[in-house]
């Protein structure tokens, strides 16, 4: 699969793999080095400015020659649902109250569409590769991106969103499974379709022309191995890379993926409004029956932020959104070279047959 691999140099990486953008949790320093290891490095840039966008980018350019791919998100406009909002302010304040946080925050956007101030970033930095999460921007954009010699990828969670991207002229399509870590890219409907990689892989690859990159629970070379059996041309990896060394995720994020299996996780809106798969905890649990009474993604970021980070620094899990696709029992704590290298040599000798 890695010898004189066709996608692999259209990415103009060695391998066909992609350090998954991850908004909050893929760094300079974790994609660098999965760029250095021959992979595609990815920074999730959604809750990036232009000037942030840049300092990024630039940090990832001096650390690394390699390939990089900047990731943004498309989402629909958000309606402005005062009434869930109040109802899940309610329901927040004790737990403000638990961690010395004050009042509930209002709610406003924390995450922008793609527009045309950082067009004019990317445009300026032309990554190799420029992503998108929940459909795609407006044609004149992925226009310009093209004429500027950035390939473009996008997600699918479906067969039709494949054929949809691919007519929108997207060059390679992320299949994602409903098995992944973070946010569902799904964006034809209202809701997930919820088809696991082992189903979507081979008839996203039957639907379109263009290379299908398999993404959602692969967590080591069996598992990419099964992708390019499947007919996948490369492979794209999250969870994975959050307990590499080079990850800068909150220690206690690190320990609980570390100590977690497949039936640790679950998909929930409770963070963010959009469906996103993470490691069940007391938030999860408390806000499981609101799931469906949630203001729109981003909204419910604003309120669910500050726990977060409040969480987060006093080492304490209950309140972070610790992400993590359905293979989180196959992580370990390795440099991105060492888990890079054992992919390689795990995926080849299956495929030899050995
Ligand atoms: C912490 C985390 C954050 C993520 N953020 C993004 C993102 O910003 N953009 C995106 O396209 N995908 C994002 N994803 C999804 C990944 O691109 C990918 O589909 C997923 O990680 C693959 O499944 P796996 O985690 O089982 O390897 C995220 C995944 C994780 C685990």
Redesign the pocket.
Known sequence: MFNDNKLAKTLGAQYPI?Q???????TPLMASAAANAGCVG?L????MSAEIYKQNFDACRAQSEGVFNM???CHAPHSDDLDKANMVTQKLAPFYEELGLGDVPQVKPTHFPFGAEMLEAVLKSRPQIV????GLPPTHIVEALKEAGCLILS?ATTREEAIDLETRGVDII?A??W?????Q?YYLKNESSKIGLMSLLPQIVDAVSVPVIA?????DGRGVAAAYMLGASGV???????TCAESE?ARVYKDTLLNANGEDTEMTRAFSGRP???ITNKYIDYMRHLDSELPDFPLMNTLTGPLKSTSAKQGNSDFM?L??????GLVKEKTIAEFVEQLITETQSILAGK
Do not use: K
Not at 215 to 219: N, W
Not at 323 to 328: E, F, K, L, M, T
């Open positions: 992609i998954a953008p991850m908004a909050g949790a893929s990815s999730g840039c959604a809750m990731n943004f998100f992503s998108f999460h929940f997600s992320v994602q499974g098995e992944a870590g973070g946010h890219g993404a959602g629970g692969i967590g794209q990896l999250g969870t994975s890379f959050l995720v996103a798969r993470g959104s992400w993590a696709g359905q293979s989180v």
